[in-house]
T-cell receptor, first 114, second 108 residues
Framework: ETGVTQSPTHLIKTRGQQVTLRCSSQSGHNTVSWYQQALGQGPQFIFQ???????GRGNFPPRFSGLQFPNYSSELNVNALELDDSALYLCASSYALTGDTEAFFGQGTRLTVV | LAKTTQPISMDSYEGQEVNITCSHN???????ITWYQQFPSQGPRFIIQ???TKVTNEVASLFIPADRKSSTLSLPRVSLSDTAVYYCLVAPYNDMRFGAGTRLTVKP
């Protein structure tokens, strides 16, 4: 149990719809990163937030957006859903940006787009 | 960000020591090397992290040569429950970019 919780655990949406996924960081952590993991592949970095500011972004279109709140919880929003957006979405929290800190992952949200 | 290369898959038997090597030829001075383990439908789990030489914890050892262009994760006496995908990451900050990982299968 890492202390990072994601909701919902599973979700089915229709192509073209919008979805919001939520992540509650481990207590004391101020950095959160979001990943998309398609079946059989490694997690792909979407973006990272540090103290409510976006601090890096992977190769994802603008319809993937995020927020980090003052309590360091976070949301991932995806607009105009496409079939290829079906994946496991993971969030990871850590204390700081430095590479010598451990990141803790949630169990993920399984999104299916039909 | 340093690119990493690791074997796609490995097989082992219960009780054996498993060594998974990761190449990261263009590692930068301020990069750390971190290994994660992932089971199906779960988030990755931190195993071990190092900067140079050798690091050991209760589950694994990490060997890093002086040039830091590679690293080896060593899992002593694996069991069936160690069957998972293992990822090697190299990053200066917590901006982790995962590769495809190594799928380890432990057989009875």
């Amino acid at each position: 149990e890492t202390g990072v919780t994601q909701s919902p655990t599973h979700l089915i949406k229709t192509r073209g719809q919008q979805v919001t996924l939520r992540c509650s960081s481990q207590s004391g952590h101020n950095t959160v990163s979001w990943y998309q993991q398609a079946l059989g592949q490694g997690p792909q970095f979407i973006f990272q937030y540090y103290r409510e500011e976006e601090n890096g972004r992977g190769n994802f279109p603008p319809r993937f957006s995020g927020l980090q709140f003052p309590n360091y919880s976070s949301e991932l929003n995806v607009n105009a859903l496409e079939l290829d957006d079906s994946a496991l979405y993971l969030c990871a929290s850590s204390y700081a940006l430095t590479g010598d800190t451990e990141a803790f992952f949630g169990q993920g949200t399984r999104l299916t787009v039909v | 960000l340093a690119k990493t290369t690791q074997p796609i898959s490995m097989d082992s038997y219960e009780g054996q020591e498993v060594n998974i090597t990761c190449s990261h030829n263009n590692i930068a001075t301020n990069d750390y090397i971190t290994w994660y383990q992932q089971f199906p439908s779960q988030g990755p789990r931190f195993i071990i992290q190092g900067y140079k030489t050798k690091v050991t914890n209760e589950v694994a050892s990490l060997f890093i040569p002086a040039d830091r262009k590679s690293s080896t994760l060593s899992l002593p006496r694996v069991s069936l429950s160690d069957t998972a995908v293992y990822y090697c990451l190299v990053a200066p900050y917590n901006d982790m970019r995962f590769g495809a990982g190594t799928r380890l299968t432990v057989k009875p």
